[in-house]
């Protein structure tokens, strides 16, 4: 799925909708379909229960829910016909623009690009009102740029994003407890992770690219994700499967070269390790959840 804002917002990447805006728009109920957007989406629940399902994971929603749905994740909307609140959709690109102008950016980007970062939780009530003080903001401001675009209007919106981002969660990417040498080096190692899971399989090959050890990749891995560099690599090829296998209706064999096998059966004996059961058994199970 596209990112393909409404007439007007074109440019600026990112816009404000609601819950209820989100019904009338989709008649069709195609929102409690499997999708897989190239975009964020940020949905805050300010009244109201539902479920969202997110990589296969169900959430249930409730006031003070957020959820954030990543580029690439295979996701949808379960029942969602009586929850409110605010909804950004952002690309990927509005975010990045802020990174490294300050340091909160920078952490924000970061938990954007996480594959396995946390796609629900619940803010603290005494945060609450900052977190739908901060959509406002964001909202009145894009309002105010396709009224008048100024020169600093994308800036800002990102700027306003990260903020945003920080407000809101979620807290264990944006509050790592693990030492700052570590998660720079895990930073990396995701990073070129995220860019070659698909063509390399192999720990080594990413320590000799980033100039450091294997012990070393794995004990940042496992300070600062709770995998060790291997699982963590096997854990994000195997996602991937997961979401073509569900999204998709690629052969297996297309799906194994998708992720890097250049043998079916290997990528066969690869999923059943993992996942517990075949990827054909799994494909059957994923189309009646």
Not at 22 to 35: I, K, N, T
Not at 97 to 102: H, L, N, P, Q, W
Request: charged content about 30%; glycine content about 10%; overall charge positive.
């Amino acid at each position: 799925m596209r990112y393909s804002p409404e007439a007007g917002s074109a440019g600026f990447g990112v816009e404000v909708l609601s819950f209820e805006r989100l019904r009338r728009m989709d008649r069709a109920r195609r929102r409690e379909r499997p999708q897989r957007p190239d975009f964020h989406v940020l949905a805050l629940v300010r009244s109201g229960r539902g479920r969202q399902v997110a990589d296969f994971v169900d959430h249930p929603l409730g006031e003070r829910s957020v959820v954030w749905i990543r580029p690439g994740v295979v996701h949808r909307w379960a029942e969602v016909d009586g929850v409110d609140g605010p909804l950004v959709l952002f690309e990927p690109e509005v975010l990045a623009g802020a990174v490294g102008v300050a340091e909160a950016a920078g952490v924000a980007g970061a938990a954007g690009v996480a594959a396995f970062g946390a796609s629900c939780w619940q803010v603290d009530q005494e945060d609450w009102g900052l977190v739908l003080a901060g959509v406002e903001h964001l909202a009145r401001e894009h309002a105010a740029a396709v009224a008048r675009e100024e020169p600093f209007s994308r800036a800002l919106l990102g700027h306003l994003l990260a903020a945003l981002l920080l407000r809101a969660g979620p807290p264990e990417a944006l509050r790592p407890s693990a030492a700052a040498g570590d998660r720079e080096v895990f930073r990396r190692y995701r990073a070129a992770v995220e860019e070659g899971f698909a063509r390399r399989h192999h720990v080594a090959d990413y320590a000799r690219e980033l100039g450091c050890t294997v012990r070393t990749l794995t004990r940042a891995s496992r300070a600062a994700s709770g995998l060790g560099a291997k699982r963590f690599l096997d854990e994000r090829i195997l996602l991937e499967a997961e979401r073509l296998l569900a999204h998709t209706d690629l052969p297996l064999a297309r799906c194994a070269e998708r992720v890097g096998f250049d043998d079916a059966a290997n990528f066969a004996a690869f999923f059943r390790r993992l996942a517990g059961e075949s990827p054909g058994r799994w494909r059957e199970a994923a189309a009646g959840r």
